[in-house]
DNA sequence: TGAAATGTTGGGGCG
DNA sequence: ACGCCCCAACATTTC
């Protein structure tokens, strides 16, 4: 009798070692490994520029590392699955869950679609420590509080999986039906992935060496370190940890191994605030749009796209702030103590609302990932859970004198600062004519004048702030 | 995972 | 020696 044949769908796993379902269907029988461009559900959510770019990369890598027998489509994923099911006569179909709502129900009507027609179709948990159904308070509330979400819930619950192993012995289906990776057109029409290819190595190998890099050289200085942008203290890992390339618990895991002490705890409350993000999108599903905070939804907002515009290119005039806009468009990156920065200057200085950050980032982040972006947008705009509350305001000259003390950051991103003494590097605008001139800089020319003023800014921020009805509702 | 305003303290200069 | 002022250096509170 013929080995079974069940259909590994990989989605925000593409890896081979410690992926549940992936280790399932080998022990069950053949596998055709299988990958799907869903262009029917995602509405503005689906994959933005840099993460296509970023996913091609990873479905080459994949293809790769099974000797090019991965499967590839675009369309509907219960069409493709239901034909594919059909011509190969698979026993079934495995898969590791996702968080946003659409994949919820997506994958929920094709779990029970092919129930129906006496298909296995079964879901693992592959990529959170604890999944958001399992942490709740005792009253079966969901956490809107980082800390005892992380201490007092995801700490006393049962640990994490161990990571798995690579299965042995695969035995691969390719099916004819299967496009390219290329076919589904995810690399830009203009090249500007070329600024942004040489920053990264997309590959699950890649993740894995990212990974001990930073086990290595940067874990140990975690705690400290990991707010100097011109540091490389901090992991980098988010883009490997949104597409899967690596796991949560390899990263969980792997700390533990070699490290303990303050800067393990850290590097593993970043990991839980990840966690955080994911239970909050599933147990609020309206996070990437609503205010997780309803009374922030008086707020008067700018409407100012010359504005923005100027926030994205990274020419507002304060150079913390356009250092990271353009680090963000040449790196498909942002340093976290740096996001912070110019999230807090978007929303509280210009004024703008936090869903312009939130789109801009999703189309230019290599680790654009919906439950961390969208989280972290509310919660620097204040109307988030666990908020930075509406009055903490960052000061972009005083947050890049402590963080870039002596400008190397800055200076990288913007060269035409170079010459620029560190005492004005971050408010060119209150440096003496003559040390201008010695820098060789015209404001308003060279580098541009303040977009807005930094403390009138501020002072209309709180006022603005300071309006809103005092209700305490979500 | 702030910043600015305001309050307090203590040392030194000086009449 | 003493009071007074100034001000840096913290500490507290307010936004």
């Not at 201008?436 to 800014?457: F, M, N, Q």
Request: contains cysteine; aromatic residues 12%; hydrophobic residues 35%.
């Amino acid at each position: 009798m013929p080995e079974k044949i069940y259909i590994q769908w990989f989605r925000q796993d593409l890896r081979l070692a410690d992926n549940p379902a992936l280790s399932h269907a080998a022990e069950s029988g053949s596998v055709i490994p299988v990958y799907i461009l869903d262009q029917v559900h995602g509405g503005d959510h689906r994959p933005g520029g840099a993460s296509r770019w970023w996913l091609h990369h990873s479905l080459k890598a994949l293809d790769e590392s099974l000797q090019g027998n991965l499967n590839v489509f675009q369309g509907d994923p219960k069409q493709i699955l239901q034909s594919l099911l059909e011509k190969h006569r698979a026993s079934g179909i495995f898969w590791n869950r996702c968080y946003e709502s659409w994949s919820r129900n997506r994958d929920a009507s094709i779990k029970q679609f092919f129930k129906e027609k006496g298909v296995e179709a079964e879901s693992f948990n592959g990529s959170l420590l604890w999944e958001p159904m399992e942490v709740l308070k005792s009253d079966d509330t969901p956490y809107r509080v980082f800390t005892p979400f992380f201490r007092n819930a995801c700490l006393n619950a049962p640990p994490p999986r161990e990571p798995l192993p690579v299965p042995k012995n695969l035995s691969l289906l390719k099916s004819e039906l299967s496009e390219s990776v290329e076919s589904l057109g995810l690399l830009p029409k203009v090249p500007w992935d070329r600024k942004i290819e040489p920053h990264w190595r997309v590959s699950e190998k890649g993740g894995q060496e990212k990974m001990l890099e930073f086990f290595e050289k940067g874990l140990m200085h975690y705690k400290e370190s990991r707010n100097f942008p011109a540091k490389s203290y901090v992991s980098r890992l988010s883009p490997y940890l949104h597409q899967g390339q690596i796991s949560s618990n390899q990263a969980w895991y792997g700390g533990l191994d070699k490290h303990s002490g303050k800067n393990l705890d850290h590097f593993l409350s970043q990991l839980g605030w990840m966690e955080f993000s994911y239970s909050l999108l599933y147990h609020f599903p309206d996070l990437p749009t609503k205010n997780l905070h309803r009374r922030f939804d008086a707020f008067p907002w700018n409407d100012d796209p010359k504005r923005l515009e100027l926030w994205k290119k990274g020419l507002t005039g304060y150079p913390i702030v356009d250092a990271g806009m353009r680090e963000l468009w040449q790196t498909g990156y942002i340093h976290n103590r740096v996001r912070m920065i110019v999230g807090s200057f978007l929303v509280k200085n210009l004024l703008l609302h936090w869903k312009h950050g939130e789109r801009w980032f999703w189309d230019c982040l290599v680790d654009a990932d919906l439950a961390n972006n969208s989280a972290s947008w509310q919660w620097v705009a204040g109307c988030g859970a666990d908020a930075a509350p509406y009055f903490r305001i960052f000061n972009p000259v005083s947050q890049g004198l402590k963080f870039d003390p002596d400008g190397a950051y800055t200076k990288h991103y913007l060269p035409e600062l170079k010459k620029l003494p560190g005492k004005y590097l971050f408010s060119p605008w209150e440096a003496p004519a003559e040390v201008l001139k010695d820098a060789g800089i015209r404001l308003g020319t060279d580098y541009p004048h303040p977009v807005v003023p930094l403390k009138e800014s501020r002072e209309k921020a709180l006022e603005a702030f300071s309006m809103l009805p005092k209700t305490k509702s979500s």
